[in-house]
């Protein structure tokens, strides 16, 4: 079946990170698009935190970084403690500027501003509460079916869909696009609460016997808390973080305000391939890596950008097809780097021998490299 005329040429299956950033990059090229959310409202919860000088290079491109500058918070700087001493630092003063950081924003305050940023290029290209339901490829053209507000039944032809509908994408499902991978047994609790330490804007990493604790800045006074536990806790509370701090590094949360109290198990899949006639996947619908060294939203945001640069390109399928391959190894990468990170906060029974890495790890001339990896750099590269 032929039709001529698409009713608009991308639709975005949606609007969290991801999507939103996507409609931005793509707009900002003059292309036209459309975004289809389910909610009503950003994400509830702070989840995400690290935004990378990756991510902020594209921001700058498209000219939406004063905001996230204006909400976030500056890290400079980490230390990895093992439980009664430093066990080095990681400065990110040597990246290249102007972005020599990575900017605290927790994931709420980060879709806000993408919301509105898309608002003020095209105050149509966002529909809420619209849910996405299935999808028919044609040679030239997709038709979408989706629930309007009302649960009215709506159908929408376009030249290329993209599925940027999170892990359980049901754009990945209708394609019968495979998506591979596993579960890892480690698992943690996390929150945010009032800043009662003395580290200022800085990260802390405790490496410990009994597992790792991140402790990062937030803004408004802030700092979220991450705590390795021996297993998955469904309904966890403050109190266990409470206790598990002061357990294992004497720190004192009692009594301090908390919110976003959650846990969070590690995961790594890729989809077999991120582009399927004129469907095409980006962020958590295409892969999740693990969430210890906050990587996975800014490898979404990579993946959009080739995306937009594909579809404003002049050879459409080539540059698809580029993007396919060449993100779906920059994919494999970071997941490697992920688990990097997460073997390092493991349980192990010779601290010494790995407190004795980090220390060579985060001395020059090794830590330059360390922080080059921290940051997302030289993910095009041949070296890890
Ligand atoms: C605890 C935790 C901490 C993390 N920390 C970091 C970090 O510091 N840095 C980092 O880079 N990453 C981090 N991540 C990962 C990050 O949260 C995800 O990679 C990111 O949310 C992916 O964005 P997305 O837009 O692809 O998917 P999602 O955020 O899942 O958004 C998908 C959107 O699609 C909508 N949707 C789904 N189905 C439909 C449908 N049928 N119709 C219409 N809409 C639909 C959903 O409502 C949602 O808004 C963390 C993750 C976790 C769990």
């Known amino acids: 079946m032929k039709n001529d005329q698409p009713d608009i040429p991308v639709v975005i299956i949606g609007g969290g990170p991801i999507g939103l950033f996507l409609a931005i990059s793509l707009i900002k090229k003059g292309i036209k698009c459309l975004v289809l959310e389910k909610r009503k409202d950003p994400v509830p919860d702070s989840r995400s935190l690290g935004i990378h000088p990756v991510s902020l290079e594209l921001f700058d491109k498209v000219n939406i970084t004063e905001t996230f500058l204006e909400e976030g918070l500056k890290i400079r700087k980490g230390f990895a403690l093992s439980s009664d001493q430093v066990l080095g630092e990681i400065v990110f003063d040597d990246c290249p500027k102007p972005h020599n950081y990575i900017l605290a924003c927790p994931q709420f305050t980060t879709e806000k501003i993408l919301r509105n940023e898309l608002n003020k290029l095209d105050q149509k290209a966002l529909i809420t509460q619209a849910e996405f339901i299935d999808l028919k490829q044609h ?120 919110v976003m109290i959650s846990s969070f198990g590690v995961q790594h899949f890729i989809a077999e391939t991120f ?41 459409i399928g080539l540059g698809l097809k580029k993007y396919s391959d060449k993100q779906r190894k920059i994919t494999r990468k970071v997941a490697k780097r992920a688990e990097l990170n997460m073997m390092l906060g493991r349980k192990t029974r010779i601290p010494l021998c790995r407190d004795l890495i980090i220390r060579t790890l985060l001395k020059e001339p090794l830590s330059k490299k360390v922080a080059q990896l921290f940051t997302m750099r030289g993910l095009d590269k041949w070296w890890i």
Not at 212 to 236: A, C, Q
Not at 240 to 247: A, E, R
Not at 286 to 309: C, F, R, Y
């Open 139 to 258: 040679e030239d053209h997709i038709k979408i079916k989706y629930n309007d507000l009302q649960g009215n039944n709506k159908t929408i032809t376009t030249d290329y869909l993209v599925g940027c509908d999170g892990k359980n994408s049901l754009v990945r499902q209708r394609s019968s696009i495979h998506y591979s991978g596993k579960r890892y047994d480690d698992t943690y609790v996390m929150g945010d609460f009032e800043d009662n330490t003395d580290f200022g804007t800085d990260a802390a990493v405790y490496l410990l016997p009994e597992g790792l604790i991140e402790s990062f800045p937030l803004p408004n006074g802030m700092r979220r808390w991450v705590v390795k536990t021996n297993e998955y806790i469904e309904k966890p509370d403050t109190q266990i973080i409470v206790s598990l701090v002061k357990k294992r590094i004497d720190h004192d949360l009692k009594g301090i305000t908390s």
């Open 275 to 315: 582009v399927k006639n004129r469907v095409i996947l980006a962020g958590d619908a295409a892969h999740i890596v693990s969430p210890v060294g906050g990587q996975g939203m800014n490898l979404g945001w990579l993946d959009t950008w080739k995306i937009s640069e594909a579809l404003s390109g002049r050879n």
